[in-house]
Structure formats: structure tokens, C-alpha cells
């Protein structure tokens, strides 16, 4: 059980850092992710789709729990990124098109 809860603090951590310049880093040159604000502007404007259709979209890719959800530009793109902790305990990354909501890949 302790193990089980150490994995679990784990996971919550990196899922804290992710959200960090740590992550950001790493997410290559052509990406950036949004600010809330700027992501309630564009869905106001239907210019992307809400973060509740690409959390849809993702968990019927992979199952599980949503931890996370972000909307990047990324090639001139919006993209929705889903992080979700699937069933078998593995911390997946959903790509989601954000203006149609429709999957584009799982990491």
C-alpha cells in the first residue's frame, strides 16, 4: 500500500512540474501553450473548442482520468494537450486539434 501511495505522490509531482519552465523546455521550439485567459478569449470567440471536448475526445482514446489539459500553438496550429493517468497507471499525453476537437495522436 505504502509503495502504491509513493507512486502516486510521484506522479503528482512530475504532473506539478509539468506545469513548470521545466516542462516548457523541453516542449520543443515550435510550441507554446496559452494562458486561461487567453484560452477563454478564443473559445468565446469559437475560434477553439472547449477544454471539456478535448478532455472528451482524449479519454476515448485512452482510458482513464484527466490530470491535465493545456492548449498550445504549435506550427500554427491549436493544440489541445491531455494528460491523462490511464487505468494501467501509465501517464499518457492526448493530442487533440483544437479547433475541431477531433484526436490527433496519443503518446
Same mark, same amino acid.
Given at each position: 500500500m505504502k509503495t502504491a501511495f509513493s507512486s502516486l505522490i510521484f506522479i503528482? /509531482?512530475?504532473? /506539478?512540474?509539468?506545469?513548470?519552465?521545466?516542462?516548457?523546455?523541453?516542449?520543443g521550439a515550435g510550441r507554446s501553450c496559452l494562458s486561461a485567459p487567453d484560452v477563454r478569449?478564443? &473559445?468565446?470567440?469559437?475560434?477553439? &473548442?472547449p477544454a471539456a471536448r478535448a478532455i472528451y475526445? /482524449?479519454?476515448?482514446?485512452?482510458?482513464?482520468? /484527466?490530470?491535465? &489539459?493545456?492548449?498550445?500553438?504549435?506550427?500554427g496550429a491549436f493544440v489541445y494537450l491531455v494528460t491523462i493517468l490511464a487505468k494501467d497507471g501509465k501517464i499518457r499525453v492526448v493530442e487533440v486539434d483544437g479547433r475541431s476537437g477531433t484526436l490527433i495522436e496519443r503518446h
Open positions: 503528482i /509531482a512530475m504532473l /506539478a512540474l509539468a506545469g513548470t519552465g521545466v516542462y516548457a523546455a523541453s516542449n478569449e478564443l &473559445v468565446d470567440k469559437a475560434e477553439v &473548442v475526445t /482524449a479519454r476515448t482514446a485512452v482510458f482513464g482520468e /484527466a490530470v491535465k &489539459v493545456r492548449l498550445c500553438k504549435q506550427d
